[in-house]
Nanobody, 122 residues
Framework: QVRLVESGGGLVQAGGSLTLSCAASGGTFSNYAMGWFRQAPGKERNLVAGIGWSGDNIYYTDSVKGRFTISRDNAKSTVYLQMNSLKPEDTAVYFC???????????????WGQGTQVTVSS
């Protein structure tokens, strides 16, 4: 059973930056595709970014391209989401996700963290 623990959320002004981290345990980290979903109040969860086992096959949803960067450190079993030029519409709970299949990761990942709140004030 893979356990995912997010950190790094908080309150930031528009235009600011935050870096989310997700520490994984309970599995061989390098076997898993990793990613981030988010859920804004009253809306469904949507994929933000995904990254393949070796750090390739990176995906971003259109609204964050050029502002967010996903990366991973397999030695530390950690995935990161660097968020720059934050906008109020980025306000959401951000969830770390993992799946052995990168295809499944994009839609219905097997493993989810508990989420971390990101609030961007205008």
């Amino acid at each position: 059973q893979v356990r995912l623990v997010e950190s790094g959320g908080g309150l930031v002004q528009a235009g600011g930056s935050l870096t989310l981290s997700c520490a994984a345990s309970g599995g061989t980290f390098s076997n898993y595709a990793m990613g981030w979903f988010r859920q804004a109040p009253g809306k469904e969860r949507n994929l933000v970014a995904g990254i393949g086992w070796s750090g390739d096959n990176i995906y971003y949803t259109d609204s964050v391209k050029g502002r967010f960067t996903i990366s991973r450190d397999n030695a530390k079993s950690t995935v990161y989401l660097q968020m720059n030029s934050l906008k109020p519409e980025d306000t959401a709970v951000y969830f770390c996700v993992a799946d052995l299949s990168r295809v499944n990761l994009l839609t219905t990942p097997d493993y989810w963290g508990q989420g971390t709140q990101v609030t961007v004030s205008s």
